[in-house]
């Protein structure tokens, strides 16, 4: 018997659990109406039209075998043209490459990108799924603040001209996660020329972009520049459940994704590629689906923000969100988020507290709250709630 244990792998050391999937534990009790989860609406996933796809790819045997580790050569002629039409220009299937959610996209970049101790600029706040791949890969991560016009394009400049030499800039600029806000388009250039300019990469990671309420949102980073990643995924029109994201890279970075794929997991599911593909090529159903969605969190949207506005009055200042799943929003009056929610949750409310998504220790007063999962009724009872544990923690 080995009185020694075995060593785990030292960048272990300074990795933490996802504040966000520890706090769904917690929120799983139905007495609590839960604003923490950044899931979409099950009700609005359109689970008959998936199982008629499922039904239809069973049919050809081929789907039950492996694929090629980039992706079904079908899905990814869809996504080539659709990615096309939202960038400008023609993306070759070459350029695509299908991973299991956009978040392993995210993971394996980080391994092609980046050398141990490499600079990786965020977002600050960011996103949590980010900031625990940039740590996994031993980046040195700087934070760059958000305002109302998303990435503060000018701060990053600063860092530039300070000698500031990143291999990544990471943004989520539609509907950011956490904090709301979208990134202006005169940023979106600016970010692009200052790529390369200075010759580092920019992720573009994109998963909300189609949850637009009122109007589309401008043209991607990638429009201004081959030196930006994009990411995305269906889970948020579709169904996470599919797994299926997808990266728009040169091609020699997607040949060096694909060597780590098939160490990974060789490659991903044709069956799920497939029902995928049956369902983005069902345009005319899709346009019809997507709208739904859009229509629907639009109105939740505007419900919460208004429950927030009247019954807090001033004392909380938020976000007025145009799409995505997100509002974020501070105590006016110094509440510390973190500290109220053992009590917000006794009351029967979850929110995720700001410092979940702090890149330091920052964000004491803030809360992200997700508008997908409930109807207005809810939501507003649900303000309602986190009123009363306000109140009763001061």
């Given at each position: 018997?080995?009185?020694?244990?075995?060593?785990?792998?030292?960048?272990?050391?300074?990795?933490?659990?996802?504040?966000?999937?520890?706090?769904?534990?917690?929120?799983?009790?139905?007495?609590?109406?839960?604003?923490?989860?950044?899931?979409?609406?099950?009700?609005?996933?359109?689970?008959e039209?998936?199982?008629?796809?499922?039904?239809a790819?069973?049919?050809?045997?081929?789907?039950?075998?492996?694929?090629?580790?980039?992706?079904?050569?079908?899905?990814?002629?869809?996504?080539a043209?659709?990615?096309?039409?939202?960038?400008?220009?023609?993306?070759?299937?070459?350029?695509?490459?299908?991973?299991?959610?956009?978040?392993?996209?995210?993971?394996?970049?980080?391994e092609?990108?980046?050398?141990?101790?490499?600079?990786?600029v965020?977002?600050?706040?960011?996103?949590?799924?980010?900031?625990?791949?940039?740590?996994?890969?031993?980046?040195?991560?700087?934070?760059?603040?958000?305002?109302?016009?998303?990435l503060?394009?000018?701060?990053?400049?600063?860092?530039?001209?300070?000698?500031?030499?990143?291999?990544?800039?990471?943004?989520?600029?539609?509907?950011?996660?956490?904090?709301?806000?979208?990134?202006?388009?005169?940023?979106?250039?600016?970010?692009?020329?200052?790529?390369?300019?200075?010759?580092?990469?920019?992720?573009?990671?994109?998963?909300?972009?189609?949850?637009?309420?009122?109007?589309?949102?401008?043209?991607?980073?990638?429009?201004?520049?081959?030196?930006?990643?994009?990411?995305?995924?269906?889970?948020?029109?579709?169904?996470?459940?599919?797994?299926?994201?997808?990266?728009?890279?040169?091609?020699?970075?997607?040949?060096?994704?694909?060597?780590?794929?098939?160490?990974?997991?060789?490659?991903?599911s044709?069956?799920?590629?497939?029902?995928?593909?049956?369902?983005?090529?069902?345009?005319?159903?899709?346009?019809?689906?997507?709208?739904?969605?859009?229509?629907?969190?639009?109105?939740?949207a505007?419900?919460?923000?208004?429950?927030?506005?009247?019954?807090f009055?001033?004392?909380?200042?938020?976000?007025?969100?145009?799409?995505?799943?997100?509002?974020w929003a501070?105590?006016t009056?110094?509440?510390?988020?973190?500290?109220l929610?053992?009590?917000?949750?006794?009351?029967?409310?979850?929110?995720?507290?700001?410092a979940?998504?702090?890149?330091?220790?920052?964000?004491?007063?803030?809360?992200?709250l997700?508008?997908?999962?409930?109807?207005?009724?809810?939501?507003?009872?649900?303000?309602?709630r986190?009123?009363?544990?306000?109140?009763?923690?001061?």
């Open positions: 018997m080995s009185l020694t244990s075995p060593a785990l792998a030292g960048k272990l050391a300074g990795l933490q659990s996802s504040a966000i999937r520890d706090l769904l534990k917690l929120t799983a009790r139905p007495e609590i109406i839960s604003l923490a989860g950044g899931l979409p609406d099950a009700a609005l996933m359109p689970g039209r998936i199982a008629a796809a499922a039904e790819a069973l049919r050809d045997p081929a789907v039950l075998q492996y694929t090629e580790s980039p992706g079904w050569p079908a899905l990814r002629a869809v996504i043209e659709r990615e096309s039409a939202e960038i400008g220009r023609s993306v070759p299937v070459g350029e695509v490459f299908i991973t299991h959610g956009s978040q392993q996209a995210l993971s394996l970049l980080a092609v990108l980046l050398d141990p101790g490499a600079l990786v965020v977002e600050d706040p960011a996103y949590v799924g980010a900031l625990q791949v940039f740590r996994a890969a031993g980046a040195r991560i700087v934070a760059v603040p958000l305002d109302a016009d998303g503060r394009v000018d701060v990053l400049e600063e860092l530039l001209a300070a000698g500031e030499r990143p291999a990544v800039v990471h943004t989520v600029a539609n509907f950011h996660n956490p904090g709301g806000v979208t990134l202006a388009p005169e940023r979106r250039r600016r970010l692009a020329e200052l790529a390369e300019a200075h010759g580092f990469w920019v992720i573009e990671d994109d998963p909300y972009g189609e949850l637009w309420f009122d109007r589309p949102t401008p043209a991607p980073v990638a429009s201004y520049s081959p030196q930006v990643i994009r990411l995305s995924s269906v889970s948020k029109i579709l169904a996470p459940a599919l797994r299926v994201g997808w990266l728009i890279a040169p091609e020699r970075v997607c040949r060096a994704v694909e060597l780590l794929k098939q160490g990974a997991d060789l490659c991903g044709a069956l799920t590629h497939q029902i995928t593909t049956d369902l983005l090529t069902d345009t005319d159903w899709l346009t019809t689906h997507v709208d739904t969605i859009r229509a629907a969190y639009g109105t939740r505007r419900a919460l923000v208004a429950a927030l506005r009247t019954t009055a001033g004392r909380v200042h938020c976000t007025d969100p145009t799409g995505g799943m997100f509002i501070d105590f009056d110094g509440t510390n988020a973190s500290t929610l053992p009590t917000a949750l006794e009351a029967g409310v979850a929110y995720v507290p700001g979940a998504f702090a890149v330091t220790d920052a964000y004491q007063t803030s809360m992200r997700c508008f997908t999962t409930s109807d207005e009724p809810t939501l507003t009872e649900a303000i309602h986190l009123a009363k544990a306000a109140t009763t923690s001061v």
